[in-house]
């Protein structure tokens, strides 16, 4: 595996332009020039690249593709990449100095996996193209230009945000089954002794998915969050311990679930539920 860490080195070993500044760079691809196989790969930074008509070799008989692919810090990108020399296509790079500085321009799209792209249509393939010819333009102008530059980056998130939108509506049987997926891997999850919360982590490696991607998906499909579906579920199965076993306190409950503290319980059930786990099981005294 190579490990790159700055944008001159990944640019040397592609065949790229030289990067003008270290934070930020944006060019085009030109497949000709660049090394279009690589062993896999990973990089110290951030990178959105849109490739135009790509087609890998390992399925010469696909249909061509545009499509927007990221990578991020210690993600490997592999088996690398072995690709039609055909393709065109645009890239953003951006230190992680950049991304922490701005962090609320760039959402959660930039972690995303590098299979969790976003397959664009020709209208989309033009307006993003529009976005990187003003983003070349002001790139080229220097540090001066700066703050433009980022604008037009957050320009770019903001159509990717739309597109992926887009894409999740028009594919619903896919992003249904993921969904699917989620909610019974958390059956399975409280289906077993527990000694931990379950985590929207957890769930994004047994799907195969990143985090993020898991979390706009389950939020385009359910309107809440990952951790709030989760919260939800544990809420459900607190309801269920103290309702069926009379004679679990409170704290059992707490480690049953998973809970590292007892007191914490307490306060995320009173929170979810308005009322503590005691109190709710007087409601239920009551009723009968």
Partial sequence: ???????ISFNELIGLPKPLDNDIDVGYYDPPN???CSEPVMVDFYRISIKIKYRSKSTPDAELLSAVFFNTPNLV???GWDAEPTYTGMYLQLSKKVIEENRFLFKTYLDYG???ALYLTEDEVHEISAVFELMVKYYEGGKKDF?????????LICLVEAFYKRQFSTDPKQYSRIVTDFQQSLIDYYNQPVNQLPTVQYFAD????????LGDIMKHFTQKSAIENIHEFVIKKAKELIEQNKGMNTTE???????????YFSKFFKKMVGFSPKEYRLQLNKIK
């Fill in 1 to 7: 595996m190579i490990y790159l860490k700055d944008f």
């Fill in 34 to 36: 660049i090394k279009v």
């Fill in 77 to 79: 990108i592999e088996p």
């Fill in 114 to 116: 590098q299979h969790e």
């Fill in 147 to 155: 703050g433009v530059l980022l604008s037009y980056a957050n320009v």
């Fill in 206 to 213: 047994k799907l195969g998915l990143t985090a993020n991607y």
């Fill in 253 to 263: 409950v707490a480690y049953d679930l998973g809970f590292e503290y007892p007191n």
